[in-house]
């Protein structure tokens, strides 16, 4: 998508088909109003759904034709160890954590260093994006995010040509988060790793909502990582820093179990995880298993960036 030329005249033709395809990849600017320049775009307004109401996305499927998952599945099925291992207590536990103001400090081998505060985030351009979430756990869901590709924060910052790997950290905070006193043999902050042209890559973005509203806390708010190719703990929530570096970090779960979860976590159903099988796995709302897809689908799109390399060497 990044080929498609923006000339001022654009023939109705090739306007249309650009339309037809970033519809086809789940990709589309929102609508005018979500996330606007004015209002308070990424403070969320209640932590609840008081109404009960299904909000409605720019598409009722993803780009091969499966249902998005409901706002309610997604806001009440959510892993978030720093509240609870309890995916179904998560929503409640979160409900009213503090998500504004709120700053991410972006710094290490760049050249402008910068601390981004919720307005500085709210000038990026939001788009829509429909993606697949698969976590390691074997199951998934069909997401409608908003927000917009990680490569428009790095360039803004410049990485100095010495970064080769992005580090994500969460926002660490005890006493709000009982998950962190519950599980202490965890090493806190949460910590995620980007090789530099993966954090690069189109599709890879910081999402500020879903379904067109602001995230709520259990899905990361006010901003996270999405990388809809690689399981979902690679999508860390709640980011607090970013930095660009030599080494490949390690994230919270190499260092946890490394024989488990490699660096990479790109979704493979050829490639078990030594206690269950990827092979499958089981969309939420929906009865029986479906085959997992290489790269979670996204094969077309990021399998050249792993040419030459052995999948099950970097896991
Ligand atoms: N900080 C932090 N980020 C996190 C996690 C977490 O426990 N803490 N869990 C990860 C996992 S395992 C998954 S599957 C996704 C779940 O995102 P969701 O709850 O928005 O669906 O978030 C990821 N990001
Ligand atoms: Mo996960």
């Known amino acids: 998508m990044r080929d498609i030329p923006s000339s001022e005249i654009t023939p109705e033709a090739v306007y249309l088909s650009r339309r037809a395809f970033l519809k086809s990849m789940g990709i589309l600017t929102a609508g005018a109003g979500v996330l606007a320049a004015c209002g308070p ?29 409901t706002y309610d599945e997604i806001t009440h099925y959510n892993n978030y160890y720093e509240f609870s291992t309890d995916k179904q207590r998560v929503a409640e536990l979160a409900e009213g954590y503090p998500t504004s103001p709120w700053e991410i400090q972006v710094g290490g081998l760049v050249h402008n260093p910068k601390t981004y505060s919720l307005d500085d985030l709210r000038k990026f351009e939001i788009e829509e994006r429909i993606y697949r979430l698969r976590c390691v756990e074997a199951w998934s869901m069909v997401i409608p995010w908003l927000g917009f590709p990680l490569h ?34 965890y090493s806190w902050p949460y910590v995620e790793g980007l090789r530099l042209d993966e954090a690069m890559h189109e599709l890879t973005i910081l999402a500020t909502g879903l379904y067109g509203k602001d995230l709520l806390p259990q899905n990361g708010a006010p901003v ?17 820093k970013i930095d660009l570096v030599a080494e490949m970090p390690t994230s919270l779960w190499m260092a946890a179990a490394p024989n488990e979860y490699g660096f990479y976590a790109n979704v493979n159903p050829e490639v078990d995880h030594p206690r269950w099988s990827q092979a499958t796995e089981r969309r939420i709302g929906e009865l029986g298993r479906r085959p997992t897809l290489m790269f979670n689908g996204y094969e077309a799109e990021v399998a050249h960036l792993y040419a030459g390399m052995d999948l099950r060497v970097n896991f």
């Open 41 to 69: 775009a990424l403070v969320p307004t209640s932590t609840s759904d008081p109404s009960g109401e299904q909000p409605s996305a720019g598409a009722t499927t993803d780009e091969l034709g499966d249902p998005l998952n």
């Open 152 to 185: 428009k924060l790095l360039a803004e910052v410049e990485p100095k040509a010495e970064a080769k790997y992005v580090r994500f950290e969460s926002v660490y905070d005890p006493e709000r988060m009982p998950g962190i006193r519950q599980n202490p043999w």
């Open 224 to 240: 996270r990582l999405v990388v809809p190719w690689k399981y979902g703990f690679k999508s860390i929530k709640s980011i607090v």
